[in-house]
């Protein structure tokens, strides 16, 4: 299982910027898709997940209304679109999966098992 975030980078607030992670290793169709962040000093955080099933998705309060997280089975590929960003969102961010022996349904952050390495986001002006 391999996952490979990318897209990170320094915007100003307000601005946008979308992440990929790329998998392979595994059928992405089956699985749920997820996306955390660690701030400096801080604890890694759930983010947003969608689901393998029914592609249905969850966002942390903080950032619902803004992130969209989307999937593209065919090219193995999950993205995370970040609106509107605020310096409070910096942090690593890492995409992660559920991957296991079954396909699983639903997201719950408390599944991911695998992670790709990060990628950079700092928003300041």
């Known amino acids: 299982v391999q996952l490979q975030a990318s897209g990170g980078g320094l915007v100003q607030p307000g601005e946008s910027l979308r992440l990929s992670c790329v998998t392979s290793?595994?059928?992405?169709?089956?699985?749920?898709m997820g996306w955390f962040r660690q701030a400096p000093g801080k604890e890694r955080e759930g983010v947003s997940c969608?689901?393998?099933?029914?592609?249905?998705?969850y966002y942390v309060e903080s950032v619902r209304g803004r992130f969209t997280i989307s999937r593209d089975n065919a090219k193995n590929t999950v993205y995370l679109l970040m609106n509107n960003l605020r310096p409070e969102d910096t942090a690593v961010y890492y995409c992660?999966?559920?991957?296991?022996?079954?396909?699983?349904?639903?997201?719950?952050?408390?599944?991911?098992?695998?992670w790709g390495q990060g990628t950079l986001v700092t928003v300041s002006s």
């Open positions: 992660a999966t559920d991957f296991g022996p079954s396909p699983t349904y639903g997201c719950s952050f408390s599944r991911f098992r695998y």
């Open positions: 290793g595994f059928t992405l169709d089956y699985y749920a």
């Open positions: 969608v689901s393998s099933s029914d592609g249905g998705t």
